[in-house]
Protein backbone atom coordinates (compact mmCIF):
# COMPACT_ATOMS: atom_id res chain seq x y z
CA UNK A 1 0.00 0.00 0.00
CA UNK A 2 0.82 3.41 -0.96
CA UNK A 3 1.34 5.93 2.08
CA UNK A 4 0.75 9.88 2.02
CA UNK A 5 4.46 10.82 1.38
CA UNK A 6 5.86 7.56 -0.40
CA UNK A 7 5.77 5.77 -3.16
CA UNK A 8 3.02 4.01 -4.95
CA UNK A 9 2.33 0.47 -4.68
CA UNK A 10 4.45 -1.75 -6.85
CA UNK A 11 2.10 -3.40 -9.66
CA UNK A 12 -0.25 -0.14 -9.82
CA UNK A 13 -0.53 2.67 -12.15
CA UNK A 14 -3.99 4.15 -9.92
CA UNK A 15 -6.47 3.36 -12.28
CA UNK A 16 -7.66 0.15 -10.11
CA UNK A 17 -10.17 2.13 -8.41
CA UNK A 18 -13.64 0.02 -10.78
CA UNK A 19 -13.76 -2.30 -8.34
CA UNK A 20 -14.11 -0.93 -5.00
CA UNK A 21 -17.49 -0.50 -4.01
CA UNK A 22 -19.96 2.39 -4.65
CA UNK A 23 -22.95 3.90 -2.44
CA UNK A 24 -26.04 3.06 -4.44
CA UNK A 25 -27.52 5.83 -6.78
CA UNK A 26 -31.12 5.62 -4.43
CA UNK A 27 -28.92 6.38 -1.15
CA UNK A 28 -26.78 9.23 -3.20
CA UNK A 29 -29.93 10.72 -4.49
CA UNK A 30 -32.11 10.53 -0.99
CA UNK A 31 -29.39 12.83 0.16
CA UNK A 32 -29.57 15.33 -2.14
CA UNK A 33 -33.12 15.76 -2.40
CA UNK A 34 -32.92 15.79 1.71
CA UNK A 35 -30.65 18.58 1.36
CA UNK A 36 -32.86 20.14 -1.19
CA UNK A 37 -35.94 19.74 0.72
CA UNK A 38 -34.59 20.99 3.79
CA UNK A 39 -33.42 24.59 1.86
CA UNK A 40 -37.05 25.25 0.42
CA UNK A 41 -38.17 24.31 4.11
CA UNK A 42 -35.92 26.94 5.50
CA UNK A 43 -37.02 29.61 2.61
CA UNK A 44 -40.64 28.44 3.17
CA UNK A 45 -39.98 29.37 6.94
CA UNK A 46 -38.76 32.77 6.14
CA UNK A 47 -41.86 33.72 4.20
CA UNK A 48 -43.95 32.26 6.99
CA UNK A 49 -42.12 34.42 9.68
CA UNK A 50 -42.61 37.66 7.42
CA UNK A 51 -46.19 37.06 7.06
CA UNK A 52 -46.40 36.59 10.92
CA UNK A 53 -44.31 39.64 11.78
CA UNK A 54 -46.79 41.04 9.24
CA UNK A 55 -50.00 39.86 10.85
CA UNK A 56 -48.77 40.53 14.36
CA UNK A 57 -48.29 44.08 13.70
CA UNK A 58 -51.61 44.83 11.71
CA UNK A 59 -53.46 42.80 14.37
CA UNK A 60 -51.70 44.80 17.28
CA UNK A 61 -51.42 47.64 15.47
CA UNK A 62 -47.93 48.63 16.21
CA UNK A 63 -47.39 50.70 13.24
CA UNK A 64 -50.01 53.03 11.49
CA UNK A 65 -53.17 51.54 9.17
CA UNK A 66 -51.52 53.19 6.46
CA UNK A 67 -48.08 51.59 6.86
CA UNK A 68 -49.27 48.06 7.65
CA UNK A 69 -52.88 47.22 6.23
CA UNK A 70 -54.59 44.16 8.15
CA UNK A 71 -54.05 40.65 6.80
CA UNK A 72 -56.22 39.34 3.75
CA UNK A 73 -58.19 36.29 5.23
CA UNK A 74 -56.15 33.71 2.95
CA UNK A 75 -53.04 34.66 5.09
CA UNK A 76 -55.00 32.77 8.60
CA UNK A 77 -55.28 29.64 7.35
CA UNK A 78 -51.64 30.03 6.03
CA UNK A 79 -50.14 30.12 8.99
CA UNK A 80 -51.03 26.15 9.26
CA UNK A 81 -48.40 25.72 6.51
CA UNK A 82 -45.71 25.52 8.77
CA UNK A 83 -47.37 21.72 9.83
CA UNK A 84 -46.53 19.93 6.64
CA UNK A 85 -42.65 21.42 6.34
CA UNK A 86 -42.47 19.65 10.39
CA UNK A 87 -43.60 16.47 9.37
CA UNK A 88 -41.22 16.53 6.18
CA UNK A 89 -38.51 17.28 8.61
CA UNK A 90 -39.63 14.75 10.81
CA UNK A 91 -39.65 12.00 8.02
CA UNK A 92 -35.73 12.58 7.17
CA UNK A 93 -33.88 10.70 10.28
CA UNK A 94 -35.81 6.96 10.02
CA UNK A 95 -36.65 7.88 6.03
CA UNK A 96 -40.15 7.75 7.45
CA UNK A 97 -42.52 7.60 4.44
CA UNK A 98 -45.58 7.66 6.47
CA UNK A 99 -44.41 11.58 7.69
CA UNK A 100 -43.56 11.94 4.29
CA UNK A 101 -46.61 11.22 2.61
CA UNK A 102 -48.69 13.01 5.26
CA UNK A 103 -46.79 16.01 4.43
CA UNK A 104 -47.31 15.33 0.65
CA UNK A 105 -50.89 15.77 1.55
CA UNK A 106 -51.11 18.46 3.99
CA UNK A 107 -49.16 19.98 1.88
CA UNK A 108 -52.01 20.26 -0.59
CA UNK A 109 -54.41 21.58 1.89
CA UNK A 110 -52.40 23.59 4.43
CA UNK A 111 -50.28 25.38 1.91
CA UNK A 112 -51.28 25.35 -1.57
CA UNK A 113 -54.99 25.54 -1.21
CA UNK A 114 -54.46 29.32 0.53
CA UNK A 115 -52.58 30.40 -1.60
CA UNK A 116 -55.31 29.46 -4.89
CA UNK A 117 -57.75 31.07 -2.49
CA UNK A 118 -55.37 33.91 -1.84
CA UNK A 119 -54.81 34.66 -5.15
CA UNK A 120 -58.57 34.57 -6.32
CA UNK A 121 -59.30 36.40 -2.81
CA UNK A 122 -56.94 39.42 -4.16
CA UNK A 123 -57.50 39.40 -7.66
CA UNK A 124 -60.37 42.43 -7.85
CA UNK A 125 -57.73 44.55 -5.46
CA UNK A 126 -55.48 43.50 -8.02
CA UNK A 127 -57.55 44.46 -11.21
CA UNK A 128 -58.75 47.52 -9.27
CA UNK A 129 -55.09 48.59 -9.11
CA UNK A 130 -53.72 48.12 -12.44
CA UNK A 131 -56.97 49.26 -14.28
CA UNK A 132 -57.33 52.86 -12.43
CA UNK A 133 -54.48 52.57 -10.30
CA UNK A 134 -56.37 53.05 -7.31
CA UNK A 135 -55.09 50.83 -3.84
CA UNK A 136 -56.83 50.85 -0.62
CA UNK A 137 -53.74 48.72 1.93
CA UNK A 138 -50.66 49.77 1.81
CA UNK A 139 -47.52 47.96 2.83
CA UNK A 140 -44.67 50.67 3.97
CA UNK A 141 -46.26 52.98 0.50
CA UNK A 142 -46.20 49.90 -1.33
CA UNK A 143 -49.74 48.63 -2.86
CA UNK A 144 -50.17 45.21 -0.31
CA UNK A 145 -51.89 43.55 -3.04
CA UNK A 146 -48.75 43.92 -5.25
CA UNK A 147 -46.67 42.90 -2.81
CA UNK A 148 -48.75 39.74 -1.14
CA UNK A 149 -48.93 38.88 -4.99
CA UNK A 150 -45.31 38.64 -4.90
CA UNK A 151 -44.85 36.65 -1.85
CA UNK A 152 -48.08 34.18 -3.10
CA UNK A 153 -46.19 33.86 -6.28
CA UNK A 154 -42.72 33.43 -4.58
CA UNK A 155 -44.73 30.88 -2.16
CA UNK A 156 -45.76 28.70 -4.98
CA UNK A 157 -42.91 28.29 -6.27
CA UNK A 158 -41.02 26.85 -2.91
CA UNK A 159 -44.40 24.52 -2.28
CA UNK A 160 -43.97 23.26 -5.94
CA UNK A 161 -40.48 22.75 -5.98
CA UNK A 162 -40.78 20.75 -2.42
CA UNK A 163 -43.77 18.82 -3.30
CA UNK A 164 -41.82 17.84 -6.61
CA UNK A 165 -38.61 16.94 -4.43
CA UNK A 166 -40.83 15.06 -2.10
CA UNK A 167 -42.47 12.67 -4.92
CA UNK A 168 -38.85 11.81 -6.40
CA UNK A 169 -37.23 11.34 -2.19
CA UNK A 170 -40.32 9.27 -2.02
CA UNK A 171 -39.61 7.05 -5.45
CA UNK A 172 -36.08 7.20 -3.87
CA UNK A 173 -37.51 5.48 -0.35
CA UNK A 174 -39.52 2.84 -2.37
CA UNK A 175 -36.82 1.65 -4.55
CA UNK A 176 -34.75 1.00 -1.66
CA UNK A 177 -37.72 -0.58 0.24
CA UNK A 178 -38.53 -2.98 -3.12
CA UNK A 179 -34.13 -3.98 -3.00
CA UNK A 180 -34.89 -4.87 0.40
CA UNK A 181 -37.55 -7.03 0.05
CA UNK A 182 -36.23 -8.78 -2.62
CA UNK A 183 -33.32 -10.14 -1.28
Same mark, same amino acid.
Given at each position: ??????????????????????????????????????????????????????????????????????????????? $??????????????????????????????????????????????????????????????????????????????????? $??????????????TQEKKRK
Open positions: MASRAGPRAAGTDGSDFQHRERVAMHYQMSVTLKYEIKKLIYIHLVIWLLLVAKMSVGHLRLLSHDQVAMPYQWEYPYL $LSILPSLLGLLSFPRNNISYLVLSMISMGLFSIAPLIYGSMEMFPAAQQLYRHGKAYRFLFGFSAVSVMYLVLVLAVQVHAWQ $LYYSKKLLDSWFTS
